[in-house]
């Protein structure tokens, strides 16, 4: 039988029709698509995509599974190493991960690990499932601080091992980045919902509405007789760019922007959280997080949407297929490009004029690619002299965040880093005896993916500190 | 969910509510606020913490009905639940080492500065308050507040009760007859804040503020709360979610932050104008 060079292409909305709808982009495989797709595999010994996955889900065996069509089989494979799989194979980046590594990758495309992994989550999440056994308790107690991927991640695997865990979350929903971050049309939140309530059927405990740092502080949480802590309190404070106009009307964060969206439900017809939807939009970064907030505000109803980054299209740090889906959805990408300031309106005859103070324009410079960095990475160069200006009604930077101080300043003995990451071993473990860390509170802001290693090295090493 | 367990109508548009809430009871401290929302699918809201009762293991807020959120809360009887209540957050008011405090409350900020003017006068400083209202059926608080001082001004804009005039003319007085506070603390409209850190300006007495702008999570991971500080000619960030809400007065751009509170009001009244309605419609059912 001869190999099928090329990944069967997942089937997705029109662009067109997307870009004006909060349904998911990218509709999954059916049954036949999948085996097909699985047959790709060669099943080779050494099993490099595993290395590739930061959770070594055993690969090639789930896939062979597909291709006997034993579908359940499958999903046990998977979980017995992931915890989120209908997540996962939507939002890792198996480009740079196991897809990576794959062996028919060489010559021809390599096999569509993601898209097989969220075909057999999808499949098994939507035939009715016999109760999940609870393991049998161990006698030992986890807090979790953070319901982001890292957290679910640990809490999952202290759960399946007999651990009494509760997680901490401080917003009212659970989830995290997954549920105020991601938006609805990469990641629906029904999807998130399935596997929390799965991890909910294990025993995990979950309390939302809970501050650590300040509702309790990690003393408090030993004190309570929780024997480990993990703290996956996820990315935290938006940065800004230090340019005049920051703080106009009309300028968000990109947290901002997508949890106005995403969490609170702005997007709705008629919502109780507001947020600018309409004319042009100018999107500043050029990783995931900007690419979800362009296509956020097409979705919103902007009729221009820009995303300015002030390197070129190769430097630019998103998944591919995000890049490809926001231009086919019309995003129109301003490179080598970086604003240097914000305009307002200002009309000084009327200082009660409502427009006042409203973000009306973006000054912007061109810049060109010089000499590589310390990473790298070729650092680009203001031309002098080339200052633009472009006409927006709303910014959305989206240049990263810093880390939250709140339980760093409120836990005597965390040691944190010159950026303010939490400092952990190799094993998660932080200056803190029982103390683990793991996710975008150590490495700032990374990967669902990473996070979710993290936050399974963690758990492995807290059952190794428990002797288990 | 988080019981009502008190509900009390200081006058026509502000109302007390104790809420359940043990933990936050135990640790919220003068200063700090809570967020909650009032159903499910609501907008979180950020409210100060009026005061605590950690063996009741209760909160109290007191608000005033300005948009569609407080209507629908001020519909609560004592008894029902609201779906969310998240905090303490902020920083505390930083009372310690002030010798003479001068507090100065505006409307219903005054539910926000009686409880930092209780702690300043359980920290053994000597407390003047200065409290401001429209009018006088507008009063709220005013023998809590003189309980908890040793000078007290009430001022009502319209005469009818009190002193006639603003907040800031009894400070100015006080100010220009040599009275020193090592610190005036000031709550309320951002406007009157801004007023009262002018007429301090000229005595450089210290003047913190409570900023109340925009908030989303309170955590410090929106940065829709942000406010510019002017410090030795650089203008920096800070969030008052995380930072705040207490700044120092001088710093604060005022405009900036006035502005920025500004920047739904369309939104808001057509949300208050749709809210009465389904009330209304409610009613008439």
Known sequence: ?468 | MYRIVNRKELNRTVTMLEIEAPLAARKAKAGQFIILRVDEDGERVPFTVYQTDPERGTVSIIFQVLGATTKKLNQKRTGEYISDFAGPLGIATNTAGKKRVCIIGGGVGCAIALPIARAFKANGSHVTSIIGFRSRDLIILKEEFRACSDEIHIMTDDGSYGEHGNVCMPLVKMLGAGEQFDEIMTVGPMMMMKFVVEAARPYKTPVTVSMNPIMIDGTGMCGGCRVTLNRNGERITKFACVDGPDFNGYEIDFDEAISRNRMYVDFERRAYENTCNLLRKREDE
């Open chain 1, 1 to 468: 039988m001869s190999i099928i060079p090329k990944k069967h292409e997942m089937p997705t909305q029109s662009p067109v029709l997307r870009s004006r709808n909060f349904q998911e982009v990218a509709l999954g495989y059916d049954e036949e698509t999948a085996v097909s797709e699985a047959e790709r595999c060669l099943n080779c010994k050494n099993q490099p995509c595993v290395s590739g996955c930061p959770v070594h889900i055993s690969i090639p065996d789930f896939i062979s599974q597909i291709k006997t069509r034993n579908y359940e089989e499958a999903y046990k494979i998977i979980t017995k190493s992931s915890s989120l799989p209908a997540v996962c194979g939507r939002v890792c980046p198996q480009e740079s991960q196991c897809e990576s590594k794959c062996t028919l990758g060489v010559k021809f495309e390599p096999v569509a690990i993601g898209r097989l992994e969220r075909y057999v989550a999808d499949r098994h999440n939507a035939s009715p499932q016999a109760a999940v056994e609870k393991p049998a308790p161990n006698g030992h107690k986890v807090a979790v601080i953070g319901s982001g991927p890292s957290g679910l991640t640990c809490a999952g695997d202290l759960a399946k091992n007999g651990f009494d865990v509760t997680v901490y979350e401080a917003l009212h929903t659970a989830g995290g980045v997954l549920v105020y971050g991601i938006p609805e049309f990469r990641l629906p939140k029904t999807i998130v919902a399935k596997e929390i309530e799965t991890l909910k059927a294990l025993g995990v405990k979950i309390e939302t509405n809970i501050i650590i740092g300040r509702t309790l502080t990690v003393d408090e949480l030993f004190e309570m007789g929780f024997e480990a802590v993990f703290i996956g309190s996820g990315a935290g404070l938006p940065m800004f760019m230090g340019i005049p106009g920051e703080s106009f009307k009309g300028v968000y964060s990109a947290n901002e922007y997508l949890t106005r969206s995403n969490l609170m439900k702005a997007y709705l017809d008629d919502p109780v959280t507001p947020i600018m939807k309409h004319g042009k939009v100018a999107v500043v970064g050029g990783g995931n997080v900007a690419m979800d907030a362009a296509r956020t505000a097409l979705r919103l109803g902007a009729e221009k949407v820009y995303i300015v980054y002030r390197r070129s299209m190769e430097e630019l740090p998103a998944r591919k297929e995000e890049v490809e889906h926001a231009m086919e959805e019309g995003v129109e990408f301003r490179l080598l490009t970086n604003p240097v300031e914000l305009i307002g309106f200002h009309n000084p005859d009327v200082p009660r004029d409502e427009r006042n103070g409203f973000v009306t324009g973006m000054r912007c410079i061109k810049m060109e690619l010089g000499e590589p960095d310390e990473k790298g990475r070729r650092k680009p160069v203001p031309i002098a002299g080339s200052e633009f200006e472009i006409a927006v009604d709303t910014v959305v930077i989206a240049i990263g965040t810093s880390p939250n101080p709140l339980i760093k300043s409120t836990t005597e003995g965390l040691e944190v880093n010159r950026r303010g990451g939490i400092i952990v071993t190799e094993d998660g473990l932080t200056s803190r005896a029982n103390v683990y860390a793991g996710g975008d509170a150590v490495t700032g802001a990374a990967t669902v993916i990473s996070a979710m290693g993290a936050g399974k090295t963690a758990a492995k090493a807290i059952m190794q500190q428990f002797g288990l």
